[in-house]
């Protein structure tokens, strides 16, 4: 039991108005601890539970806005609203939205739709394009971080405790990874379902810094993301990573395995060549979160220059790099049969072995354990025959 200290009045109020007590539900007011001097949340009963915000749908009105940002097409119109669309339904849409995807992405996304009650037309599901109109040009189906929330409010409400979002401490830091990161700005996000009690945490990090080019030299510059000038941040990219989390632990049997979430705020309108297409800016997009990174690229009279590139090269990068044991032919294959891409594998090997996602497929397959290796191969054969 621990007391929701805040640091004055105004930031009490705004607080009060949009939470609850954790414990029971009641509503909070405004108490001063006569033995800091500090004013503290709590509700009549002062259980001292902590605070508690319930997610919200958003509203129909919001909802419509965005059916109709969606696409100008009228022979969509009678799905505009639908929720339980049928796969014939589903591919109609896509069809429409994103004709030049593959059949196959659009046939995984169709199945999506069905199976979890989405709706592209409502901003839940996406084919995002990479690498277009270049030999490895691949697509990838990925859902807004608010159609995570809607799946995982139907198996009940839950509510987002300890005032989180929000930036972790130090303390709180040390405590559950040992250590302070100086290089990340790390973010909390507390979920609880009201009917059992039951919370869980999720962590997101966001880089505070990235290398750029500036007058021929790399230099470290700050990572803000795309869509800065709309409102985005990197608090926020870190808040999609740990809410992310959160809600797969909240509802580990409910949520599609494998698809990559996004902020819908700041994806492109669908039918439209998104900003993050690399044909025309060179992006790549992070496939966990939605992020479009802005490439390393040496500038082009400097791509030949070993000087230019060994600026940008730690030369403990240059040591040979650890190798798996994993036959890469079989894998591919297996991958082939599940449509899964490099970056479906690596996710898959993140969340499941909990290694470090960074790199190429292969990068991340040589930090597995001997026995983690077979033990993935493993997994995949038994997909492959499920498939």
């Known amino acids: 039991m621990t007391k929701h200290y805040v640091r004055d009045r105004a930031e009490g109020e705004k ?12 509503e ?37 806005t965005r059916r109709m940002q969606m696409t100008q097409n009228t022979a ?49 599901v996406f084919i995002i394009p990479f690498n277009k109109g270049k030999q490895n040009e691949s697509w990838a189906t990925v859902i807004g971080i608010n159609a995570k929330r809607l799946m995982a409010s ?38 609880q379902d009201p009917r059992t009690g039951a919370s869980v945490p999720g962590y997101g990090k966001w880089p505070l810094k990235k290398k750029v080019w500036k007058d021929g030299k790399a230099v470290e510059a700050d990572n803000d993301p795309y ?7 990197m608090f926020n990219m870190a808040s999609i990573r740990a809410e992310s989390q959160a809600l797969n632990r909240l509802r580990p049997g409910d949520m599609p395995q494998d698809i990559p979430v996004i902020d819908e705020a700041f994806a492109e309108e669908a039918g439209e ?9 060179g992006r790549t997009i992070d496939t966990e979160t939605g992020e479009i990174i802005e490439p390393e690229t040496v500038p082009e009279e400097e791509h030949d220059s070993e000087e230019a590139i ?34 479906t594998v690596i996710s898959y090997l993140g969340n499941t072995f909990h290694v470090d996602k960074a790199g190429e497929l292969e990068d991340v397959l040589a930090r597995l354990s001997d026995k983690d290796q077979e033990v993935f191969i493993k997994q ?8």
């Open 28 to 64: 909070l007011w405004l108490y001063l601890d006569q033995e800091t001097d500090r004013i503290y949340l709590d509700c009549h009963y002062q259980h001292e539970a902590g605070i508690a915000r319930e997610y919200e749908q958003p509203s129909e009105a919001i909802l419509h």
């Open 76 to 124: 969509l119109e009678k799905y505009h609203g639908v929720t339980s669309l049928t796969k014939v339904m589903a591919t109609e849409i896509l069809e429409a939205l994103w004709p030049e995807a593959p059949q196959s992405e659009k046939a995984r996304a169709a199945l999506l739709c069905q199976t979890q009650q989405l709706n592209p037309l409502m901003h839940h």
């Open 380 to 387: 995949m054969q038994s997909k492959v025959e499920l498939a």
């Open 227 to 233: 869509g800065t000038d709309k409102g985005n941040s």
């Open 273 to 281: 060549e998104p900003k993050f297409d690399v044909e025309s800016t």
């Open 154 to 191: 139907r198996k009940g409400s839950f509510s987002y405790i300890d005032d989180t979002p929000r930036v972790m401490t130090e303390e709180e830091q040390m405590r559950v990874f040992g250590k302070f990161d100086t290089k990340n700005l790390v973010v909390l996000v507390r979920l």
């Open 15 to 26: 607080l009060r108005r949009r939470n609850v007590c954790c414990e029971c539900g009641g």
């Open 310 to 343: 060994d600026e940008l090269v730690p030369e403990v990068a240059k040591k040979e790099k650890p190798k798996s044991r994993i036959n890469m032919d079989e894998l591919r294959s297996m991958m082939d049969t599940l449509h899964w891409k490099d970056a």
